[in-house]
């Protein structure tokens, strides 16, 4: 396996997401409210499934994965809610009770989505994504940014 594979460099990005939520999560346990871990976690994600649904699904459905492509916008879509809801849940300096299982909430929808996506979405982009696609994928993942309204194809409000 490459490094640069978009396989490598996505899959190094679900355990940053994992991570950060992990560090904000056993900050609450001792009673600190970590923000720029969950900002940090809220952003990447959101990023992430930025890149995949902007330039790397559309090549995928293209070539014919329909259905799991659809599986993966759902579970997005759900991700994404669980997100809105940590935003209202989370404030300067307070934490509903409950943040800490929503937190876990959504490491186990990330668990879930990511188990499918490292093993059949992720090696079906390496293999049908250009090499100028590829390059444009690492290049977004090491300094892009995204459109600061963007939000994925089912979000709750989309
Ligand atoms: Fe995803
Ligand atoms: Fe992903």
Request: hydrophobic share 40%; proline share 6%; net charge negative.
């Given at each position: ?20 939520i992990e560090?904000f999560v056993a900050g609450l346990s001792e009673g600190k409210l970590r923000h720029?871990?969950l900002?940090?976690a809220g ?35 759900e991700?994404?809610r669980t997100l809105d809801a940590l935003d209202l849940e989370v404030g300067?300096g307070t934490a509903a009770e409950w943040v800490p299982d929503r937190c876990h909430q959504l490491l186990r929808q ?49």
């Open positions: 396996m490459h490094e640069t594979n978009v396989s490598a460099l996505m899959e190094r990005e679900h355990h940053e997401i994992d991570q950060a560090h720029k871990d900002a940090r952003d990447l994600l959101k990023r992430h499934i930025y890149v995949e649904e902007e330039l790397i699904f559309p090549t995928l459905r293209a070539k014919g994965m329909l259905a799991p492509v659809l599986v993966m916008l759902r579970e997005h879509g991700i994404w300067p990330l668990e879930t989505h990511n188990g499918k996506e490292e093993p059949i979405i992720y090696p079906q982009a390496d293999a049908l994504l250009t090499d100028e696609q590829t390059a444009t994928v690492r290049e977004f993942l090491h300094s892009g940014t995204m459109p600061l309204d963007w939000v994925c194809a089912q979000a709750p409000n989309g």
